[in-house]
């Protein structure tokens, strides 16, 4: 999942019903929704082999980066609820990634996902009402950052995961690099 995992944040934060001042910063949000990409961004520009997404995606280095993330973002906020949201955000990376991709488990552990990525408009499909639904809920909601509800903001997000899926029907699917020394 690429962009989907922003409209899930936006359905999150359109969710945290406690007062403004009091509900989850979207940019906790935002970052813990794509915590796992961020470390495997990390990795890849530091040529560091990651096979199947093995110390980004696998359920262990998420067990660590959730209470990471959820930690951090209570010394931020002073907030369970916050960190909690937070923590649970960076899981729920995972489910959407075992749709349209592959990964690993667990270290030795077995390879799963049904791996759409291969057609690119079969991942739109999928991810379109994600970004659309986190989009609209957020819109919705009493929290209204206009750049974050606008239209243009929904058409960037669209535009973006049209781009990776066109882009993915052109040259194929991303698959991982295999580990070389």
């Keep these: ?22 509900a989850a910063p979207i940019l906790w949000l935002l970052a813990a929704s794509v915590a796992p990409d961020m470390v495997d961004g990390a990795l890849s520009l530091g040529k560091y082999c990651n096979p199947e ?12 980066l959730a209470t990471l993330f959820g930690c951090a973002a209570f010394l931020h906020t002073r ?5 909690l949201i937070v923590a649970g955000l960076v899981v729920l990376h995972l489910p959407p990634d075992f749709i349209t991709g592959r990964k690993v488990l667990w270290p030795d552990g077995p ?18 009402p994600i970004i659309i639904a986190g989009w609209w809920l957020l819109r919705r909601s009493n929290f209204k950052p206009r750049i974050a509800v606008s239209v243009l903001a929904l058409l960037a997000l669209i535009s973006v995961q049209a781009a990776f899926d066109v882009t993915t029907e ?12």
């Design 170 to 181: 052109v040259s194929g699917p991303r698959t991982p690099r295999p580990c070389t020394r």
């Design 1 to 22: 999942m690429i962009v989907g995992h922003i409209g899930i944040a936006s359905g999150a934060r359109a969710l945290d019903r406690r007062e403004s001042g009091s």
């Design 111 to 128: 390879v799963v996902g049904l791996y759409i990525y291969r057609w690119g408009w079969l991942d739109f499909i999928v991810e379109l």
């Design 53 to 64: 997404g093995l110390f980004s995606h696998s359920l262990p280095v998420v067990a660590v």
């Design 79 to 83: 907030s369970a609820v916050t960190a």
